[in-house]
């Protein structure tokens, strides 16, 4: 037994094996004492309460047997809780199980004692009368509890009296409401009856409508515009500002919000007063403010025609299916109602996931699920034999521009190898339409993922030009072939905003590397949606680029998000520049000056053209000595030979230049 830990609502020690301390066998025998002594007590006061009535002279005769068997039953009591190791217990964090198990060392010591006492009062006197040994036994179990929880019950009771006098009251936010329109009022009514832990006292209102300056709405007054937030914050206190415009556009919110960031005071956002006061929504009154409010982006709904025009009815395989903008490709794609949706990816347990989320959102989707990898093409190949695809989205790719510099035959192996089978089988099986997913770091490469990127364009670029069948009669039908090219989406796995989070989360440094670094970013939806539509576009040969808005400063993003979790960049949480890795650029560009860009029906989507290839049978032949070269001991020629084939059908911008250092580096877009 562990006597180290013999205190009551002290922590037991974990090594067991120790022999005990001096400490803590005082603390043993401490606890023992003060188990004796509870008993010794307790019994003492049941016979004094049993017999009070009698006079004192003849409480003597049961006091003197008392005194004398009182050490046994005191041993008796201490002993069965030394047995059932209640001395080992934290009492701090004990629950009912351990008053349970006092319950039963009691009652099984009370009815020993009674027992015994019973027994010795068949051939004598019995020492103790039976209703002084219940009444002490009751009276024991009762001390014992006291003893053991008199923490909690101190705090207990010190905190219902604090309670009562009402010490706690609930915490009062200062709060300003952004916008003094309909929303806003309705916000400031629920805001003002809303009980809890908090209680906001309204400080004002924010509206930029001069006409509402000074006025009293519901008797809250407008303060000021967004100009004057930074000082209206400082001199009401504001803890927390609310932006109640639901119906604001992205842009305008994303400038407001930069107002408030300069500020000391959370934001948070009210999206839809008027559907939670209807009940309609099942969402909270306020949210946070999420980074897809800082884009300053408004969605632009899908053309649904269009995208149900080449979807509806059809059979649509997807590689990559498990990853961020697969996913919700898949998502999309089955809310158009395919024939069937075969999803291919070599994770497995993404496969396994993606299944069973796609099973209970789209019940009546017929969905199969393929484990292949896109570079094996004879079981591809199996899939395209069975399932005959009408449109083939391909976006299994490796994509981590650092790891893909230090495994550059995995990225060819990937990216070129695994473009260069899918493209070819929808080929052969006349698929209508095959779309590659592309990226912005494809243009003027300096990296190994670029470039590889840039060779998989290239292969659907000459693939479109050199299939064009001949069906039987006058019809010349042939399989489309795309790609869709934009910079980086919103919180897609291992991206940059999921990073810093959690680096936020864990107390930061958080890492940039580069104060001056830029990227384009939109959200995954949108991304997916405009894929579709891009499908819907494609009339062959083309490569759609998707409008980005305008690039985003990652040192800005990173400094608003921390601001947005209510700290402070640079005091709270510390910003450390890393230094641009390998095959980075400062920025990124969205198309080859050489494109022609065409505007398309959809305002968010352009057509590029006109990009100088080479023909099919030199690029199929580059490829082929690319692919055959992608082995780790032949890395330097595979990399020489990838930016060979990368740069070779574009004047170059720099970006190779900058990494070969052929000439001084240019690294703005
Ligand atoms: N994430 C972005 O910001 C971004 C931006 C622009 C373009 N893209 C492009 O979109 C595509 C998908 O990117 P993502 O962010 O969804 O990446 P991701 O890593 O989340 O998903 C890629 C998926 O492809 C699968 N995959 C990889 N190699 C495969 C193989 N050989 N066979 C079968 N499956 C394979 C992976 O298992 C993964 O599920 C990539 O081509 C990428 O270049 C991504």
């Not at 049941?46 to 039953?73: G, H, K």
């Not at 009210?270 to 559907?275: F, K, L, R």
């Not at 590397?513 to 384009?520: A, N």
């Not at 989507?605 to 099919?616: E, F, K, N, P, T």
């Amino acid at each position: 037994m562990n006597h180290n830990a013999i205190s009551y609502g002290r922590p037991a020690p974990t090594d067991r094996s120790a022999p005990p301390s001096a400490s803590a066998s005082s603390r043993f025998v401490i606890a023992v004492g003060t188990d004796m002594l509870i008993v010794a007590v307790c019994f003492g006061a049941a016979l004094f309460f049993r017999f009070r009535a009698i006079p004192s002279t003849q409480l003597d005769m049961y006091f003197e047997p008392l005194t004398r068997s009182i050490v046994p039953i005191a041993l008796l009591y201490a002993g069965a809780n030394l047995l059932a190791r209640l001395d080992e217990q934290i009492w701090r964090y004990a629950s009912v199980q351990e008053v349970i198990s006092l319950w039963m060392t009691t009652t099984a010591c009370t009815l020993f004692t009674i027992i015994v006492d019973v027994g010795i009062g068949m051939t004598r006197t019995r020492p103790l009368p039976l209703s002084v040994v219940l009444l002490g036994g009751i009276l024991t179990f009762f001390a014992f509890v006291s003893a053991r929880y008199r923490g909690r019950l101190i705090t207990g009771v010190v905190w219902r009296l604090d309670a009562l006098r009402g010490k706690f009251p609930p915490a009062q936010v200062r709060t300003l409401i952004y916008g003094a329109g309909d929303a806003g009022q309705v916000l400031a009514r629920q805001l003002r009856t809303k009980t809890g832990i908090e209680s906001y006292v309204i400080c004002g209102f924010v509206d930029d409508d001069l006409m509402k300056r000074g006025r009293r709405i519901q008797g809250i007054k407008v303060l000021g515009d967004r100009q004057t937030i930074a000082n209206l914050v400082d001199r009401e206190r504001v803890d927390l500002i609310i932006l109640a415009m639901p119906s604001i556009r992205r842009s305008e919110l994303s400038d407001i919000l930069s107002q408030c960031q300069k500020t000391r005071a959370r934001i948070q956002v009210a999206p839809d007063i008027m559907g939670f006061i209807a009940a309609r929504k099942p969402e909270p009154l306020l949210r946070e403010v999420g980074i897809e409010d800082l884009l300053g982006r408004s969605p632009i709904p899908m053309d649904h025609a269009a995208a149900s025009g080449i979807i509806t009815g059809k059979i649509v395989l997807l590689t990559g299916a498990c990853g961020s903008i697969g996913s919700e490709l898949c998502r999309q794609v089955a809310a158009l109602a395919p024939r069937r949706l075969v999803v291919v990816d070599n994770n497995e347990t993404g496969i396994y996931d993606l299944e069973i989320e796609m099973r209970t959102r789209f019940p009546a989707v017929d969905i199969t699920s393929v484990i292949a990898d896109a570079t094996d093409g004879h079981k591809i190949e199996q899939v395209f034999r069975e399932f005959a695809p009408h449109v083939v989205f391909h976006a299994a790719a490796y994509k981590h521009v650092p790891l893909m510099e230090r495994y550059p035959e995995e990225a060819v192996r990937v990216n070129v190898g695994g473009t260069r089978v899918v493209v070819d089988l929808a080929q052969r099986y006349d698929a209508e339409r095959v779309v590659l997913v592309s990226t912005d770091k494809a243009v003027n490469p300096c990296s190994v993922m670029g470039a590889t990127k840039r060779v998989a364009e290239m292969l659907v670029a000459t693939a479109g030009q050199a299939h064009a069948v001949n069906m039987p009669g006058t019809v010349t039908r042939r399989t489309l072939c795309t790609a869709v090219r934009f910079g980086n989406v919103l919180g897609s796995r291992g991206s940059v905003i999921p990073t810093f989070a959690r680096q936020i989360e864990l107390g930061g440094p958080v890492t940039v590397t580069h104060p001056d670094m830029t990227r384009y970013f939109m959200e995954i939806p949108e991304a997916a949606s405009l894929i579709i539509q891009a499908a819907s576009l494609t009339e062959g040969d083309d490569i759609f680029i998707l409008d980005m808005g305008d690039p985003i400063q990652i040192d800005d993003l990173a400094r608003k998000m921390i601001r947005m979790r209510g700290l402070r960049p640079d005091v709270d949480i510390p910003i450390v520049y890393t230094g641009i890795r390998p095959g980075e650029k400062l920025h990124e560009e969205l198309a080859y000056a050489a494109e022609l860009k065409q505007a398309t029906a959809h305002p968010r989507i352009y057509r590029h053209s006109g990009g100088q290839y080479q023909d099919a049978a030199s690029t199929d032949a580059a490829v082929d000595r690319l692919l055959s070269l992608a082995a780790p001991e032949s890395r330097t020629q595979l990399v020489a030979a990838l930016f060979d084939l990368a740069r070779a059908d574009q004047a170059s911008s720099g970006a190779l230049e900058q990494r070969f250092g052929l000439q001084s580096p240019v690294l703005s877009n």
